[in-house]
């Protein structure tokens, strides 16, 4: 049986509350993607940027495996996850960037 690398981290009490995010802006140039998250809520004009990841396209990639995996699972635990107004066209990106 194979072992899983294991990364012990460290999170210190005023990020282990974590952030809320309806909003995700997602922009990138050669060398990094920026990934801003933000709060749009009822009567704010705009919405408010709580949080900026800035990684690099390889980081960016593995994020996107990872979620891939996570939303599976998810799904297999819970059921599927609609998106309203879009039905359930949904496609996930396999790691090689096809869609299954």
């Known amino acids: 049986m194979e072992e899983k ?5 460290e999170i210190k009490p005023e990020i282990a509350g974590g952030k809320y995010s309806n909003l995700a802006i ?9 990934l801003d998250f933000a709060g749009m809520f009822p009567g704010q004009n705009k919405p408010e940027v ?12 593995r994020l996107l495996a990872a979620l891939n995996d996570n939303i599976r699972k998810y799904e297999s635990q819970f059921g599927t996850i ?3 107004g879009q ?7 396999n ?6």
Do not use: C, D, W
């Open 26 to 34: 997602i922009s990138h140039s050669h060398s990094e993607f920026v």
């Open 95 to 100: 790691q090689n960037g096809t869609k299954s």
């Open 5 to 9: 690398n294991q990364i012990n981290i």
């Open 50 to 61: 709580v949080s900026r990841v800035i990684m690099s396209p390889e980081h960016a990639k």
């Open 87 to 93: 039905g359930n066209t949904y496609n996930m990106v």
């Open 82 to 84: 609609e998106l309203p």
